[in-house]
């Protein structure tokens, strides 16, 4: 009995004093390059800290959409490379230029992408311009195709679904 209760406060003591993979950075990017395969340039953001929601459990779910999730929930986004990914702030993505994907072909994911929707006709731009800007991120973005009827929009792969969603019923 006095083993297995030395036992338990043992192992115990080591949770309570475990070291989170994901207050860092950079012990959370080898983290999710361990449960990926991945590679993460991270430049001079290596130091930075990463807050958790109070439960939040690493262990549940796909490891690459919660490391994705992470960054976004702390303001920061990964970018395509060739060999990997480089994690930039949100303020640094107006600096990139992101992938195009087709619109029958956008991920759900956190990572920002380029897709070019086209409407039935132009007069029905200028009201997507302004329903489209209701639903992007903090930092998506949309611009008008010049002499067109189709539409830019520069967002995470789950607002592109949405906003696909809303270009559908508008071509109605």
Known sequence: MKQLLIF??????????AEDPCKILKTCSEWATNKTGVKYDLGKLDKRSIK????FNLNEGDP???????????????????????IVTMKEIKDFKFPSVLISEIPNSFDFYSAE???SNKEKVRNAL?????????????????????????????????IKLIINELNK
């Open 8 to 17: 338990i406060l043992f192992t115990t003591s080591l949770n309570l004093f």
């Open 130 to 162: 302004l329903l489209i800007k209701n639903y992007l991120s903090k930092n998506g973005r949309v611009l008008e195709v010049a002499d067109s009827p189709r539409v830019q929009v520069i967002d995470t792969g789950i607002h592109l679904n949405g």
């Open 117 to 119: 929707f086209s409407l």
């Open 64 to 86: 690459d959409f919660i490391f994705n999730y992470l960054l976004q929930s702390n303001d920061l986004v990964r970018i395509k490379r060739e060999n990997g990914f480089q």
């Open 52 to 55: 958790l929601e109070k439960d």
